[in-house]
């Protein structure tokens, strides 16, 4: 005699991992209505299991949310890194594949860039939420970090924790309106990545970096010769 019967209102009990499988049907619901858009029993019975059964694993609808958000951060942080290379082979060239690499995450993994940024959830929520999100952006921070270490001598820049706010909010603002090709947006001219380009481009000249010619040169110059985007669209 078996006792994982096929009844739903037992199979929330037998299900051979529970808390994956409402992880996997939130993600889905997600993607169909949007973060706000089901409810804790909803996901509970696109799981095929009673609406008792999530509270084995999540307090609530935000609690699983929160670990929606966290694992995306946690996919995020690692296609960052990826992208970055610990700057290889030169800084602005790895700093141009962290931007195309933001675009792409938010285009491939809707669901869980809805979950992180759209949701609604603190990212203080948690411990764990927290961490990952941190650990995203620091990502981001290097990069600019060396980026700022090859400003033009003579030339006053924001700190580099303020250079990485500045282009996080630059690629994250074309990622949410843009880069995700929901029929639904603005059309535009020209591709995300081009606009994405043409936006650093114009906040690098304003820092001094000359952008005349589409040559990069390497890190131990004073300066590359050219933003990490080469000359401005016409």
Do not use: C
Not at 57 to 75: K, N, P, T, V, Y
Not at 159 to 165: G, R
Not at 177 to 193: C, I, N, Q, T, Y
Not at 198 to 215: K, M, S
């Amino acid at each position: 005699m078996s006792w994982h019967k096929d009844r739903r209102g037992e199979r929330g009990y037998h299900h051979g991992n529970l808390k994956e499988a409402l992880l996997q049907a939130a993600l889905g619901l997600i993607a169909e209505k949007g973060p706000a858009g089901f409810t804790f029993a909803d996901a509970a019975r696109t799981a095929g299991v009673s609406a008792a059964a999530p509270y084995r694993h999540f307090r609530d609808r935000d609690d699983l949310l929160a670990s929606i958000a966290q694992r995306g951060f946690e996919q995020f942080e690692a296609t960052l890194t990826a992208a970055w290379d610990d700057g290889r082979p030169d800084t602005v060239t790895a700093f141009e594949r962290i931007g195309k690499a933001y675009l792409n995450f938010a285009r491939t993994e809707p669901a869980f860039y809805s979950a992180m940024f759209e949701s609604g959830i603190p990212v203080d929520s948690s411990p764990e939420l927290a961490a990952a999100g941190e650990r995203a952006f620091a990502v981001i921070r290097a990069a600019a970090e060396r980026l700022a270490a090859l400003t033009p001598p003579g030339v006053t820049r924001p700190p580099a924790m303020m250079m990485a706010l500045h282009i996080w909010s630059l690629s994250h603002g074309v990622a949410s309106l843009f880069g995700r090709g929901d029929a639904a947006r603005r059309k535009l001219p020209m591709s995300p990545e081009d606009l994405l380009e043409a936006g650093a481009l114009i906040y690098l000249r304003g820092l001094g970096f000359p952008t005349d010619q589409n040559v990069h040169k390497s890190d131990t110059s004073t300066a590359p010769k050219s933003g990490p985007w080469g000359t401005a669209p016409k």
